[in-house]
T-cell receptor, first 116, second 113 residues
Framework: SAVISQKPSRDICQRGTSLTIQCQVD?????MFWYRQQPGQSLTLIAT?????????ESGFVIDKFPISRPNLTFSTLTVSNMSPEDSSIYLC?????????????FGPGTRLTVL | GNSVTQMEGPVTLSEEAFLTINCTYT??????LFWYVQYPGEGLQLLLK?????DKGSNKGFEATYRKETTSFHLEKGSVQVSDSAVYFC????????????FGAGTQVVVTP
């Protein structure tokens, strides 16, 4: 199994600023993902974080707004740029050992972001 | 594309009652199905999973059977406890999703003593 930690656990930010969320996995993983959980809603995939290359974004999410880095097999960051109140959500990091169906998906505890 | 539909909450039950949360799906590839649980203030935890039709996933007294004919994966527990109060998410991934998950909207369950 894998244990995922995220920093910060929560933050309150002002409109127009940016926040970088860190995700650390306690073992090397093949795949890392970032999800958003808006208040009272389900999880939506933002992007797949690719090691050593640009992230792959889902429809509706763009690199300028959500730049992602993944410098190695255990660490990734998500930046929420030029924030607005609509960005208030829980952001979750996720990881799995591989794309095969028998690989378990693990989730971090989430970062609760409030934008004023 | 892939989608997951689950019953809306909140579902409020008394302790020792029977719990059912309905989940149905559509998938373009061959899906694996999951139930995740999110306790208050915590992250998602895998509750159970099933990777092929007619498989039954089970854990902590919860069960769900992968029904291909009805494209369903309903979660059941025979006797709930107060500690089962949480939000439950049905999810799927497919062989051509490259590890990406599609989640249902989540169902909040509240168990009262």
């Amino acid at each position: 199994s894998a244990v995922i930690s995220q920093k910060p656990s929560r933050d309150i930010c002002q409109r127009g600023t940016s926040l970088t969320i860190q995700c650390q996995v306690d073992s090397q993983v093949t795949m890392m993902f970032w999800y958003r959980q808006q208040p009272g809603q389900s999880l939506t995939l933002i992007a797949t974080a690719n090691q050593g290359s640009e992230a792959t974004y889902e429809s509706g999410f763009v690199i300028d707004k959500f730049p992602i880095s993944r410098p190695n097999l255990t660490f990734s960051t998500l930046t929420v740029s030029n924030m607005s109140p609509e960005d208030s959500s829980i952001y979750l990091c996720s990881a799995r050992g591989g794309a095969g169906i028998y690989n378990e998906q693990f989730f971090g505890p989430g970062t609760r972001l409030t934008v004023l | 594309g892939n989608s997951v539909t689950q019953m809306e909450g909140p579902v409020t039950l008394s302790e020792e009652a029977f719990l059912t949360i309905n989940c149905t799906y559509t998938a373009t590839g061959y899906p694996s199905l999951f139930w995740y649980v999110q306790y208050p203030g915590e992250g998602l935890q895998l509750l159970l999973k099933a990777t092929k039709a007619d498989d039954k996933g089970s854990n902590k007294g919860f069960e769900a059977t992968y029904r291909k004919e009805t494209t369903s994966f309903h979660l059941e527990k025979g006797s709930v406890q107060v500690s089962d109060s949480a939000v439950y998410f049905c999810a799927l991934t497919t062989t051509d999703s490259w590890g990406k998950f599609q989640f249902g909207a989540g169902t909040q369950v509240v168990v009262t003593p």
